[in-house]
Nanobody
Framework: QVQLVESGGGLVQAGGSLRLSCAAS????????MGWYRQAPGKQRELVAV???????NYADSVKGRFTISRDNAKNTVYLQMNSLTPEDTAVYYCNLDLTYLSGSGSFRGDYWGQGTQVTVSS
């Protein structure tokens, strides 16, 4: 099966930076899109950034110019560098991977979520 492990969240002052990581393990054949979402208290989960296997990245308007998504295909890992953080960025951040994995009965494509990591930005 496939496991996703997130790391890098924490408490930071406004204007600070954090780097999130999400590493996938298991019998992974290929990873298509990799993305980050976030969910603030009382709000719906929203897309923060996505990076496809090929092509350009895409960001929510609220994070453009401050956040950078990147991926290391050799490590099956996606990163989110977050700079100039504001209290409005406070949320639980989730990684999402669209990937194909191998099992005894063949290959399967699935959508996987990380466990979530808390990011808190103080004013």
């Amino acid at each position: 099966q496939v496991q996703l492990v997130e790391s890098g969240g924490g408490l930071v002052q406004a204007g600070g930076s954090l780097r999130l990581s999400c590493a996938a393990s298991g019998s992974i054949s290929s990873i298509n899109a990799m993305g980050w979402y976030r969910q603030a208290p009382g709000k719906q989960r929203e897309l923060v950034a996505v990076i496809p296997s090929g092509g350009s990245t895409n960001y929510a308007d609220s994070v453009k110019g401050r956040f950078t998504i990147s991926r290391d295909n050799a490590k099956n890992t996606v990163y989110l560098q977050m700079n100039s953080l504001t209290p409005e960025d406070t949320a639980v951040y989730y990684c999402n991977l669209d990937l194909t994995y191998l099992s005894g009965s063949g290959s399967f494509r699935g959508d996987y979520w990380g466990q979530g990591t808390q990011v808190t930005v103080s004013s």
